[in-house]
């Protein structure tokens, strides 16, 4: 494995500081360079002059993340020219940030100073503490006279605290090249506590001159290649709209990196050196462009995803990373007939830490809804009406024995209402969670709902073969491959609402949102009734 292990160090070609030797980086220069502490303000003033100080800095927009009882993540990137490297100059510079109770900035309770590294893209990750929990607020970046827009985030409620109502959202696959955003606009107006992205928030394919808007440039293997990646599909601005709103909790999928990765093997099987070297750059940029806490700073090719929000007592998030510790796909990852290997107990979508993590998560939680927010569809589902059976590898399905060891574990221990929520397949679906898949007359222990995607496709030509095989999956309560969207879920202790919002179309940025089907949860009672 000493080829791997090489392979696990920092990024070749760039300087992949950790975010706390660059901290002591910034300390050195504040005491030894050659500039002094106020020197590096000047450098700043220095650096932004010989910018165009009328371009804005701000193209990226501003977003908030990962939410605590007393605090949040703020995000920005500086960015004159986003896609072409982001255009700032080689030096650190000085970004200011406040964070106010109101929208005009007039009541300011925190305010300080960032530094935007060169090494990573000019990108700002605040962890603002010693806020107030479950309150709003409301933040700003500035740089020399520009200014950013201000952003609308909030706290947390008291771990544990009584909770009577939550409103979020989640959404996944927002293929560029596929469609514009109006589902984002729709979304940016809902009155929403959260933003759960479940991934593929870009994808790494080649521009297509035939699409209906294109990617930039080549398919993104390099730092450069992803920075620039990420950079053109956070121009949109019904995306950034949709950050401004409220604060996100972000997992990336596979094409974040490549398509139907999994850990070190890439799609077409390239030399797993040279794919955990992508993996590496591609980890890096989508750090660079999320409201991360630096305990997710990717090292090498590692990065730490998985990890819990507790929403007081009504709701826990566990939100899943599925790719980064996954074994391969069983005999292929596309559509396949049963192969003796998907029921091998050795394939695992999380890894060993991960799973246990998860099961211990669902064991302490005093939540009333335990919600599990990940990637690829969790239930079962055959694709042939007919005798013969036909599963994604890619999905669950592929992983037959380890969503066994989490139903059967749910079924033994009964945390409160287990809720998976999904994304990946470009489609809507309701399930029942099965104690075993393997047994339809086993109880239902959970529900699933996937979510529509934010602009990616279901191939049309699968809609009517999905259709035709509902009848052979009894669990499965409601599928369409047509609509694109969001699914915003309102959680009380008594029940839980899921309104799949979909948009008549996502050529017209300007589309308006309508609620397709709803469906209910009720406390104590697993699986989902049209409402
Ligand atoms: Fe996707
Ligand atoms: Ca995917």
Redesign the pocket.
Known sequence: MRALSILLSPVAGGTALHPIDEEMNRRTFFKTGALGGFGLIAAQSDALSSLDVSTNPFTLGVASGDPTPGGVVLWTRLAPDPLAGGGMPPLPILVRWRVAEDHELQHVVQQGMAVAWPSLAHSVHVEVEGLAADRWYFYQFTVGDAESPVGRTRTLPPFGAHVDRLRFAFVS?QDWQNGLYPAYRNLAQEDLDLVVHL??YIYEYASDPTAVRQHNGAEARTLQGYRNRYALYKTDPHLQAAHLACPWLVVP???EVENNYANFISEDNDDPGAFLLRRAAAYRAYYEHMPLRARSFPVGASMWLYRGLDFGDLASFSALDTRQYRTDQPCGDGPRLPCAAEFDPAQTMTGPEQEAWLLSRLNRSRSRWNVVAQ??MFASFDFLSGPNAVFLMDQWDGYVAARQRITSFIALRQPSNPVVIT??IHSSWVHDLKASFLNPASPTVGTEFVGPSISSDFPPVLIPLTEAALPANPHTIFFDGLYHGYVRCTLTPEQWIADYRVVPTILDAQAEAFTLRSFVVRDGEPGAILA
Do not use: V, Y
Request: aromatic share 0%; glycine share 20%; with cysteine.
């Open positions: 696959c991934g593929d999928d596979d094409h990637q690829t994304g990946d």
